[in-house]
Nanobody, 117 residues
Framework: QVQLVESGGGLVQAGGSLRLSCAAS????????MGWYRQAPGKQREFVATIISARSTNYADSVKGRFTISRDNAPNTVYLQMNSLKPEDTAVYYCNYRDNISREDYWGQGTQVTVSS
């Protein structure tokens, strides 16, 4: 079982920045993907970014050039640096951990990001 603890959400004005963190603990395997998804009110959860290693990252088109995902493997922590935030980035952001062998997914509790115009 993997536990994920997120931090770093909050309220920011449009154009501002926030940095989200997610620490994973428990049954960590060496081959895994960590990432961020978000869910705005009345909408489905959507992909934001994932990272396997520094050379293997993926971003949603809506955040490319503004968000940067990174990770430390000791401890297992993933970060999401969000710059040039827009009101449409307002959502609950969820950390995700995927075991790339078993394909099991684990989710954090979510952290609220609110961008005011």
């Amino acid at each position: 079982q993997v536990q994920l603890v997120e931090s770093g959400g909050g309220l920011v004005q449009a154009g501002g920045s926030l940095r989200l963190s997610c620490a994973a603990s428990g049954g960590i395997v060496s081959i895994n993907t960590m990432g961020w998804y978000r869910q705005a009110p009345g909408k489905q959860r959507e992909f934001v970014a994932t990272i396997i290693s520094a050379r293997s990252t993926n971003y949603a088109d809506s955040v490319k050039g503004r968000f940067t995902i990174s990770r430390d493997n000791a401890p297992n922590t993933v970060y999401l640096q969000m710059n040039s935030l827009k009101p449409e980035d307002t959502a609950v952001y969820y950390c995700n951990y995927r075991d790339n062998i078993s394909r099991e997914d684990y989710w954090g509790q979510g952290t609220q990001v609110t961008v005011s115009s």
